[in-house]
């Protein structure tokens, strides 16, 4: 996907709005919480030293339960949390230099369960990762903290969009500055499909959209401009 895609297809989260030609629904009015909803995902990052050791090290590990996905010298292990038991002993026995990361705590989460009316979730899903940093301004990274927080009672009209998308689930997982989205959608769709209209008739989104974009950047080794990059499926590249 080109940068420029990219660049209009998030400024996360609450970048994907309005598709679908149906009828609107609405999204339900919980109290909101500074509680995050608890999910059963995690994600483990590996951040290798050089990226032609990224086959080696995923046939070291062998068969994993974990959806993989790359984005140049990054790997990331998507999956259930009770599946990383030993994973963390395995990458280690590989003996390949790598950082790893563990994103076992989501920031945010979107639920078309506990947020839409239409709540019959699809099946099965596709997954999406993308990966951004926050900037180094720890004040401003505060600010996009208390958004968050805050975005289901004052921003609506965001988890609005997502229901109205047959957004599944959101999930955003903060590392340091690190950002790492996970949005799922309906297996037989693509977000190509439906991000085209997620600002249409929706004048807050377009807002919020421009609000968020001042708290991001891309991770080292994007282009400059470039801010979120999508994590391609391992399995697709074969």
Not at 60 to 77: A, C, D, I, R, S
Not at 175 to 201: F, H, M, W
Request: charged residues 25%; hydrophobic residues 40%.
């Amino acid at each position: 996907m080109k940068p420029s895609t990219i660049h209009k297809l998030l400024i996360l989260p609450g970048m994907l709005a309005l598709l679908f030609a149906c009828q609107p629904k609405s999204a339900k009015q919980h109290e909101p919480t500074d509680a995050v909803m608890h999910v059963d995902r995690v994600a483990v990052e590996l951040i290798l030293d050089k990226q032609s050791q990224c086959d080696s090290l995923l046939s070291l590990l062998g068969q994993t339960p974990f959806e993989t996905y790359q984005w140049k010298n990054h790997l990331v292990l998507f999956g259930a949390d009770k599946d990383t038991t030993g994973i963390a002993g395995r990458i280690r026995q590989t003996g390949i230099s790598l950082t790893m990361k563990n994103y076992d705590t989501p920031m945010y989460v979107f639920d078309r369960a506990m947020q839409c009316d239409d709540s019959v979730a699809a099946k099965p899903w596709r997954n999406y990762l993308l990966t951004a940093n926050l900037v180094a301004d720890t004040s401003m990274q505060k600010e996009y903290m208390h958004y968050h927080a805050v975005q289901l009672k004052e921003w609506p009209e965001v988890a609005q969009g997502f229901c109205n998308a047959d957004f599944q689930q959101l999930i955003v997982f903060r590392k340091g500055r690190q950002l790492l989205l996970v949005i799922s959608i309906p297996a037989d769709k693509t977000l190509d499909e439906l991000n085209p209209k997620t600002e249409e008739n929706n004048p807050r989104v377009v807002e919020w959209n421009k609000v968020m974009s001042k708290y991001q950047e891309g991770i080292a080794g994007t282009e400059p401009g470039e801010i979120w990059v999508f994590l391609e499926p391992v399995d697709a590249k074969q």
